[in-house]
C-alpha cells in the first residue's frame, strides 16, 4: 500500500482504538458507581467483543476505502 491509504487505515484504527477506550471506561464507571469494580470476567467478555470488531473492521476497511475513492 502507498503511503495515503496507510495513513488512512491509521486514522480510521485511531478513532477505533478511542471508541472502545471509551467503552471500556464508560463500564468500569458504570460498575465503581454501581459499587462493584471492574471483574475479571468483564475484562474478558470486552476484549473477545473488542477483538470481534477489530477483526470485523480490518476485513471491512479496505473495501470502505476503495469504494469511497471510487475504486470499484
Known amino acids: 500500500m502507498n503511503r495515503k491509504e496507510w495513513l488512512e487505515v ?3 484504527s485511531l478513532y477505533f482504538v ?3 477506550a471509551g467503552m ?5 464507571l458504570v460498575g465503581l458507581l454501581d459499587g462493584k469494580p471492574l471483574e475479571g470476567e468483564k475484562i474478558i467478555i470486552m ?5 470481534l470488531m477489530l477483526s470485523l473492521f480490518l476485513g471491512l ?3 470502505a476505502l476503495d469504494s469511497k475513492q ?3
Open 70 to 72: 471510487k475504486g470499484m
Open 47 to 51: 476484549l473477545g467483543l473488542w477483538l
Open 24 to 28: 471500556v471506561l464508560l463500564v468500569g
Open 18 to 20: 478511542l471508541a472502545m
Open 10 to 12: 491509521g486514522k480510521q
Open 61 to 63: 476497511s479496505p473495501f
